[in-house]
């Protein structure tokens, strides 16, 4: 039974995955991996993104999955191009659906106690729409990717957009990868307690891979955790946003300790580069 209510905000995508020696399309984006990710554990999961009408199939994909789907006007949808043939993802995002705007979340935001941040670029979301959410009574999840990046000529650099502080300011539990929270700690010159207490972050994940991770708590040590061994090395696309998600499952829903939150959230990332998780028909185009 769907208990409580939670909005997934950022690009839905479609995804050329360049990998070994082929390549794919995929259906991707936050609103995909880290909203079925709520929905199956029972939350009522609106997407709250940009889908062009010619790729209306993005949103009966979401549909499928049980999301309510909130999409508004834009000519194009957001595409990236990931080449994992390096060990260092390569990146490129030819092009991009219009800003998620202010109107489109208070539309229904009345309608749910969490809100999950996932811009993949740093004009996804309207910095007056994620300040806004400063002023509500919401629990607010929030990855960074997407603002720690830039993007010139359609190739994506490391690089703190402006928008991050406003994002920062009105999230409580914030994710970044290895390299992401490099770029972070390196932009504000400072360590991440510090970071923490400068915009009353509760929790703050930082995630290695296949080295593990931990989780900085704003009153406590950190809580280091393993990451899961994969059995069949595969595409590890959305892997990140499944993670995110089932932490926020374990802690908002189920109200686990960090450690089991965590634990849980890197078996389900490690099912999901198996292509146990959400299927390969799922995504496929």
Not at 54 to 61: A, K, M, S, T
Not at 179 to 207: C, G, N, P
Not at 237 to 255: H, M, N, S, W
Not at 263 to 268: C, E, P, S, T
Request: one cysteine or more; aromatic letters at 8%.
């Amino acid at each position: 039974m769907s208990i409580k209510g939670i909005a997934v905000i950022g690009s839905t995508t479609i995804d050329k995955i360049i990998f070994r020696d082929c390549s794919r399309l995929k259906a991707g984006g936050v609103t995909l991996y880290s909203g079925t990710t709520y929905s199956r554990h029972g939350f009522h999961t609106i997407a709250i993104t940009n889908i062009a009408t010619h790729d209306g199939h993005l949103i009966e994909r979401l549909e499928n999955q049980g999301i309510f789907v909130c999409s508004g006007a834009t000519p194009q949808t957001t595409h990236f191009i990931n080449d994992l043939r390096s060990e260092d993802r390569r990146q490129k995002n030819p092009t991009r659906a219009v800003t998620i705007r202010r109107s489109q979340i208070w539309e229904h935001i009345n309608d749910v106690k969490f809100v999950h941040l996932g811009p993949l670029h740093p004009d996804d979301i309207d910095v007056r729409a994620t300040h806004s959410l400063g002023t509500l009574d919401l629990t607010v999840i929030l990855d960074i990717q997407g603002l720690v990046r830039t993007v010139r000529d359609g190739n994506v650099y490391p690089a703190v957009a402006p928008q991050l502080s406003d994002a920062l300011s009105v999230a409580q539990i914030v994710k970044a990868n290895q390299h992401e929270y490099a770029t972070l700690l390196a932009f504000f010159q400072s360590d991440l307690m510090t970071v923490m207490r400068k915009f009353d972050i509760r929790e703050f994940i930082v995630t290695a891979g296949a080295s593990g991770g931990f989780v900085q708590e704003s009153t406590a040590a950190a809580i280091p955790y393993d990451a899961v061994t994969v059995k069949s090395e595969g595409d590890p696309t959305g892997a990140g946003d499944i993670f995110l998600a089932a932490y926020g499952v374990e802690r908002l829903l189920k109200q686990h300790s960090i450690l089991q939150a965590s634990q849980y959230a890197a078996r389900l990332a490690a099912r999901q580069i198996e292509g146990n998780y959400i299927k390969a028909d799922d995504l496929y185009i």
